[in-house]
């Protein structure tokens, strides 16, 4: 039985490619004595119904034979004598044999080794590798249905035929009746393969590192000498539908420290049929002091609340986290004009003389400043309207208290001064008091 055993531990390890068949270790106590050496002693990869035997010797080498012995039943069941030189030279070369071997039955077989070589030298060496009479399985047919999956299309069907070639005739016939493991990274099936030797597996695409699939035909403790052997790998892309956010503030202008009181997004996807939106989804944005979520009605709308006080221009942010591999986030901005304060703090007006006003004053600025500060020197008769331009301050300047200007204008006659500043959009307009000046 523990010699049983010992064999299909073989057996399987062979199966799995992790045991080197043959090798040095085939350098007996009789190679020292002869001259003749075993390198090699192992199958042929490309062949699964030949040796491939790898000797060195004194002389030419002119006589080779293996016998192939049984583990399990303990006998010699084949020998082979018609080794041709298949590479190197006579006295340091690989011998193969001509044709394929013939087994009674498929299994793991000891390789026996005798040799004599033209100056004399001869070789008997029993077990200095193992023949692995097995059926060599392939999977070269397999094809997928897809390598681009979509929000349609979330499957992909791996399909083939899995054939065998017998190590003595060389004959390849479908393998039916055996199990095929398909694999896409955390999604695994197993099928059985019909008489045909066909199978087909489908799995769906669930994760965004699923981007590969292949089939295989691994280990089978009830056919330890069929051969594993596994497909081509294909794979697999994931192409996102576009989504979108469509937002609206109930405001996009807002005086100082002012607040847009609330902000509706709608969320949709471009379906096959055009933007549709999308239920059930939670879209959020830190824009109102804390992180808010907000669920999607059936027409993909939610609404935000009030944002904080604003002090200077801000924009409104709303995302979505997609929740479906299949369909791409979302993001929306918009942004919000904040109107800056501005107002007169004084102003004077004075008669230099019979013909000229000296009008001047400043302006303050609560939270920001404009870059350039032109200031208009208003003239009116009455006071009551007819406001006429006519001078200009171009820049006021800072003076240590506010924001200075000064101008003078042309007038003899007696009437009311008033300055003006023009700071929209960004900064409110300002109309300073009303001065008047008699004639002279």
């Known amino acids: 039985m523990a010699t049983r055993r010992a064999l299909l531990a073989c057996a399987a ?6 045991l080197v068949l043959g090798g040095t270790t085939a350098a007996h106590a009789d190679s020292a004595v002869t001259g003749i050496t075993v390198q090699e002693a192992r199958n042929d990869w490309t062949n699964n119904g030949k040796i491939v035997l790898s000797l060195t010797a004194p002389s030419a080498v002119k006589d080779v034979k293996v016998s192939l012995y049984s583990m399990e039943t303990q006998q010699t069941v084949a020998t082979v004598g018609n080794f041709e030189l298949a590479s190197g030279t006579a006295e340091n070369g690989t011998w193969k044999n001509r044709g394929r071997i013939q087994l009674p039955d498929l299994g793991s077989y000891r390789i026996d080794v005798s040799a004599s070589d033209e100056g004399g030298d001869t070789l008997s060496a029993a077990g200095v590798g193992y023949f692995y009479y097995a059926v060599q399985t392939n999977l070269k047919d397999t094809k997928v249905d897809r390598t681009t999956v979509d929000y349609q299309h979330r499957t992909v069907t791996i399909s083939g035929h899995l054939m065998g070639q017998w190590p003595g005739s060389g004959a390849i016939t479908p393998m039916g009746g055996l199990t095929v493991e398909v694999n896409s990274y955390r999604e695994h099936a197993e099928v059985t393969t019909a008489a045909d030797g ?16 292949e089939a295989a035909f691994r280990y089978d ?5 069929y051969n594993q052997s596994a497909s081509k790998t294909f794979p697999i892309k994931v192409k996102k539908t576009v989504t979108k956010i469509l937002q609206t503030p109930s405001e996009r202008k807002v005086p100082f420290k002012g607040t847009v009181n609330s902000t509706s997004a709608t969320l949709l996807w471009n379906s096959p049929t055009g933007w549709q939106p999308l239920a059930g989804k939670t879209m959020g944005s830190n824009s109102f002091g804390n992180f808010v979520e907000r669920t999607t009605d059936a027409g993909g709308n939610a609404l935000f609340p009030a944002t904080q006080p604003l002090w200077g221009n801000s924009s409104i942010a709303v995302g979505w986290s997609s929740d479906d591999l299949f369909l791409a986030d979302a993001q929306a901005g918009v942004d919000i ?12 007006a004075t008669r ?13 600025f609560e939270n920001a400043m404009p870059g350039t500060i032109p200031v208009n020197i208003q003239y009116s008769a009455t006071g009551r309207g007819g406001w006429t331009t006519v001078a200009t301050a171009p820049d006021a300047g800072w003076n240590g208290e506010g924001f ?6 042309p007038q003899a006659g007696a009437g009311y001064w008033r300055a003006t500043f023009t700071g929209a959009p960004q900064f409110d307009n300002a109309v300073s008091q009303v001065v008047y000046v008699a004639a002279p």
Not at 221 to 225: A, D, G, L, R, S
Request: glycine share 6%; net charge negative.
């Open 221 to 225: 403790p009830n056919h330890v000498f």
């Open 198 to 213: 066909s199978f087909s597996a489908t799995l769906p695409v669930t994760n965004q590192y699923q981007n590969s699939i």
């Open 404 to 409: 200075a200007f000064s101008a003078t204008a």
């Open 337 to 348: 004009m904040v109107v800056q304060p501005a107002a007169f703090r004084s102003l004077t």
């Open 13 to 18: 390890a062979l199966a799995a490619g992790s």
């Open 352 to 364: 230099s003389d019979a013909g000229t006003v000296e009008v001047g004053g400043s302006m303050e």
